[in-house]
């Protein structure tokens, strides 16, 4: 029922040199304006065009007679106007029209246009007429004039001499004229105790305002003593002795007065800035108080008290809201039950933008216009006359506040006002005078479900594919369309339609949300968002020969319209279907008996209600093939003996909702049937459910044909103070009681729910337990839509813009209001419900809601609601309270995993004062810390850290962190480590003040490859403090409290002790693991100096007591493959040792590229885990297509083949190696297809069979490019610390024979114990013997490092040499004498081998076979080249 400003105000000028003082409406589109500064005038204004019609100007001598114009009134029909003068008079004008071709405006259409006068009314009705006026005798009523009231026949009236005149109309002669004298008119309380209780004396009282109310049949007075009262006619003609008054208690500050029809309310405006509205109690007859419009502290803390009275009170033509003004100025827009919408006392309507306070705007008159969308405006007199006398000096601009005209505001109203058959749906329709505004999501973003989402599918022609609803799937809209946007669709009333049906009275949307209606003056459009295009009648005389009188609905495919047709001269109910023309010829036309005065549907069923207050239901089909739709009528309900008057029905609405049978998780699919009716009556909601009293016959035994609809049970009412109702008529077994309950918007009183209650496992529920249970709960927001599924509450609000007017005297009227946007708003509701099933203690049912909604992404937030809010109530409140929820709260939430998260996260956004409180409730945070540790939550825990520092002692604090830190450390949470280090520092130096935040989410990069490698100019061998620190770093050197304090520096480095120790133990337990690619991820993100370590824990925990253990938990952890021998033995095939080269480096880069595209390497698997999934693609690469490019040339074997293959090892500068340092740092580009193209390049090269297969074994024996990374790091981290065992296992790894005879030269040195000697000679053996038992891959490569390990058993002092190991068959390796180069810190052949490479040159392709004894550099450089590598891959 809302309405919102979606523009500034408009400035409409009145004639030159005169002020407005009063405006009225009239019914036919015309705006009486009474001004009256100079010589009395009257105008009269066009409303669409704005233009003045006519004026008419009082003479000077009969001004001075009559005074100046002060109050004007419109004869119900508009034949007339009266007009009140300051001294007494009453003036009526007769309003006549002009000929029939005459007139001031009219529209002009193009030539051949069919709307020329295509109705026999066509020119009143859409040109501005060209009247006149004609005074008649004015009559004197002797006494100055307060209040002027008109009625069918009579004028009413008041006077200050405390007369009440009746003036006929018409009436000149004896019957034309009766005077009702106050004191004749009995007042009392009530009307029971009227005849004999006490009256009120008012003598010397007369009435200040009055308004008459149809419906009540009566008047709201306001006297002039300020107290409120109602006067009603007991007879059908007001006379003296037929008038009876009753009057408010306690009330005598009353200002003014406006009565609403529609739900029978009287609003009464106070001096105090209140407007108390009230109501007739139907059995005593007295003033009964329904609620209050009143500003709150809350929200308007400056003003709230500072209004001054009430100046005027304007209800909307559709009686849904209501506009209050202050004598103080100001606007406020109000719901019908008092729910607060819009007003100008405060934020940007206050204040400019430089932040300035801005004066109000005092009004002094103010009209509605058509339909509610305008608002017309005066400002006040007084307050433009004390600005000339301030500014007489200053020349205002032609735009300035100096010159008198008319604001008027534009508004835009939600369909539900008019046609409430829009409670079914899910989307906010809102619509303005010339557009519609929408929520729904783009039709193109809707979920491809077809379950979830059937409406998202087209049919050929392009219209939605409606399905008929199925009990167990869900057409909830759903998030991701009616959330997913936070723009408006807003779609422009097509102007062909608009320029002759001026103004939109109905509008509806259909269940997909893509389909509208529209309905005007005459006739009705309807437009598709998947088309984007409007459809109009063809026929204009079709269009301008009906009207919409009982609203327009969607059903399916087809528009459904109730309305007057003014050739059969008949109501009707009419069907269009969507995809044809808009054509009567496609209409299924159905007669009705009475006028209809609302229309909704309900699955298959049309209800409407008829202005002879009866209740029709009629089925809706189709005719198989035939585009029109067959309407039959099942049921008429007469409700002329519980409704009063048709106009105060405000919705009817046809449910599933019932309180008897049906209501068990046994039957859910009797949900869908019609059960009820829901009438809205004057903002009671009554209810009519079918009688099942009777006999009953299951509907598989009757034939459809002798289908009879049961009978409706008496109303019974629901709920008051009701502005809206939605229901739905969808089911879903999994979220029952949202779907199945009764939703509705009680103004100020907020949201009421109708809920359903079932049973547990299938139990038979108890005979105590109600049906249903009715639970109010507050939200933020102006309800518009409910999204049943998704537990959300969909509105509009009014946002603000400030703009730069003109300031001091130059400021525009309009300026001083800011620029208004609509914006879309949304709140949940579901921890209300389940606060208030929690209350009445019905956690079963609170437990079962609570599980059906937990696949909702914002259920925890729900949670933390919910428990926030209870906090807030419990923990604040003054007094005690008997029975706290909490604790009650807090055992319903243990039901769901999120606990644990929701406690913290609400501790944590919740002053430290409560903590005490709520943890008295949810249990010891020490506990729950443990409970996070168990459950390997340990982002929780840290959050519970947060909360231990505040609340327990600061050795309490470092337990349980160090407890974490040490967990965070074994699971590898890098970011969380990195915390936790910061808060022990700060707990070790006093810094308690500042926690450090908690991590809520896990670095994507947390065990990848080891950062360091990403900045290859540091050394890596210095310490990490000098690393820059990045998102992987962690700086050792923490900022410490400024001051030369030795204790505080004492407490640092205990701390620093305290925390390095831990760091050292836990890479101590990874090294006993042999873990080493976590050891490496571990030092690189906490900066953890692994080389100094190693270096002190040489001789302790860096020691290999098994090899074998050790080299396979190596193959497991790195994605290592074990080295494989070829089927033709061990020998290989190849002879040219630089082709051999080249192409072995072109597949290591082609398989280093597979992996990275292949496999996730940035981040490690755990320690077991996920090893033979990524293994897969090893064995892909083993099966490549390289066999199938292979040549059979030269397929000879040579006695030579084992040295030729070993070449590339051992006869090579160690720079051109395969696993050189280049590949630390860079990562090939590119493909498996690469090495055909070397294999082109020299042409001469032909491979054998045997040959590729060879290669492809050496293929498949090398595992990924970022794990030979990793391992040529940690190689190098063990050389520089002297670890030379597990340089050892890590050379036999990557077969790097230059690894073994460094690590072998480097035993000779004098320093070396003589256990490391041992350690590695035993090693090598146990090595030597697995490999011929279990892994004869590793063979050959033994048998290459045969001679260096020859000298190692010979330097074993008292160790029986045994030659007959470690020899291969064939000839044994040459030693290869090349010499490493020297290290990037400069350390000389102590360094490893292959840290710093000459920059590769670009080298041509090969302009002849190289030598096979003598490869040439050029060639290995040609080779490095052509496998070129790309950093963006790492």
Known sequence: ????????????????????????????????????????????????????????????????????????????????????????YILLFDVLGGRDDKYLYEPVYPRGSARVKVTQGYKEEQCAPALSLVMNRPVDLEAPITSLQSLQEDLLVCTADGYLHVLHWDGLGSNGRQAIGLTTIPFSLDLQSSRGGPSLDLEGVFIHCMEYCVTLDGFAVV??????????????????DQLQGVWAADVNDGTCVAVNNKYRLMAFGCASGSVLVYMIDTATGSLQLSHKLELTPKHYPDIYNKTGPVKLIRWSPDYSVAMVTWECGGLSLWSVFGAHLICTLGEDFAYRSDGSKKDPIKISCMSWGAEGYHL????????????????????????????????????????????????????????????????????????????????????????PLHRPPNPDSSLSQGLSTLLGHKHWHVVQIHSTYLESNWPIRFAAIDTAGQCMAVAGRRGFAHYSLLTRKWKLFGNVSQEQNMAVTGGLAWWND????????????????????????????????????????????FRDVAVLFRADCAICLYSLGKDGQNPAASMELLQEVSMSRYIPHPALVVSVTLTSVRTETGIALKAPQQACMAESIMLNLAGQ?????????????????????????????????????????????????????????????????????WLPLFPRDHRKPHSFLSRRIMLPFHINIYPLAVLFEDALVLGATNETVLYDGLQGSSEPLEALIPYCTVERTSQIYLHHI???????????????????????????????????????????????????????????????????????????????????????????????????????????????LIILQNMEAPAVSRQHATLLFSTALERGKWDLCRHMIRFLKAIG???????????TTQEPSTTGGFEFFRNRSISLSQSADAVAAGKFSLQKTFSMPAGPSVKGREAECAENMYIDMMLWRHARHLLEQVRLRDLGCFSAQLGFELIGWLCRERNRAARVDDFVSALKKLHEDFLWPFPVIPAGGLGSPLKNGACRAVLSTRLLKSQSADSLLNGDMDTAPPPGGAAPANRAWLDRIGQGPMDTSSSNHSNQHSTQTHDAFLSLLTNKVDEYSVGSATDLTETSSMVDGDWTMVDESSSPLSLSQAELEHISMELASKGPHKSQVQLRYLLHVFMEAGCLEWCAVIGLILRDANVIKQVIGFLDGPEVPQETLQCVKSGLLAVDAWASADCLGYKPFLGVVQQQLQLLLDAAAGEQEQPEAFQPPGQSAKPGGAESPGAEDGRGAAAPPGLALPPLEPAAGFAHPPSADCPSDETEEQGEEEGSYDCTLS
């Open 376 to 463: 017309w405006v005066v400002s006040k007199k007084q307050e433009r006359k004390r600005q000339e006398e301030e500014e007489d000096d200053a020349v205002p601009p032609p735009n300035c506040s100096l010159q008198p005209g008319m604001l008027q505001f534009h508004f835009i109203k939600s369909a539900l006002t008019v046609n409430p058959c829009m409670s079914n749906q899910e989307q906010v329709l809102l619509h303005g005078e010339d557009r519609l505004y929408l929520t729904c999501g783009d039709p193109t973003q809707v979920n491809g479900s077809s379950e979830a989402h059937p409406h998202a599918r087209l049919r050929s022609d392009g219209s």
């Open 1 to 88: 029922m809302t309405r919102l400003l979606p523009a500034p105000p408009s400035l409409r000028r009145s004639p030159k040199g005169t002020e407005i003082t009063q405006l009225a409406a009239s019914r036919t589109g015309c705006e009486c304006v009474s001004p009256g500064l100079s010589p009395s005038l009257l105008s009269v204004f066009f409303r669409r065009p704005s233009v003045l019609i006519v004026s008419y100007i009082e003479s000077a001598t009969a001004a001075a007679q009559f005074g100046f114009y002060q109050k004007t009134e419109w004869k119900p029909d508009d034949s007339k106007i009266a007009v009140a003068t300051a001294k007494g």
């Open 223 to 240: 006297l002039s003593d300020g107290r409120l009262g109602f006067i009603t006619p007991l007879g059908s003609t007001i006379t003296a």
């Open 685 to 753: 909601l009554i209810m009519l459910q079918r009688d099942r009293s009777g006999p009953q016959i299951r509907e598989k035994e009757a034939p459809v044909s002798t289908k009879k609809l049961l009978p409706f049970c008496p109303p019974v009412v629901l709920a008051q103070c009701v502005e809206n109702v939605w229901t739905t008529c969808r089911s879903n077994r999994k979220k029952r009681h949202l779907l199945e309950a009764l939703w509705l918007s009680c103004g100020e009183a907020g949201m009421k729910v």
């Open 558 to 601: 087809f528009v459904v319209v109730a309305c007057y047709s003014f050739i059969d001269q008949q109501e009707q109910l009419r069907l269009y279907r969507r995809s044809t023309n808009l054509d009567n010829a496609f209409a299924s036309v159905t007669k009705l008996h009475s006028h209809t005065l609302l229309l909704n549907v």
């Open 989 to 999: 130096s006093g810094e308690m003040e500042t926690p450090p935040p908690t991590p």
């Open 834 to 944: 389940l606060r208030q099933l929690l209350v009445r203690n019905l956690g079963e049912q609170a437990l079962m809601l609570a599980q059906s909604c937990a696949s909702l992404p914002y259920f925890p937030h729900v949670m933390e609601l919910m428990v926030h809010v209870v906090l807030e109530e419990e923990a604040t409140s003054r007094e005690p309270i008997p029975d706290p929820l909490l604790p009650t709260v807090a055992k319903f939430i243990t039901e769901f995993p999120l606990f644990l998260q929701t406690i913290v996260h609400c501790a944590r956004k919740t002053e430290y004062a409560l903590w005490n409180y709520l943890f008295a409730a949810v249990g010891n945070p020490k506990d729950l810390f443990e409970e996070c540790l168990m459950a390997q939550d340990l982002d929780t825990a840290a959050s519970y």
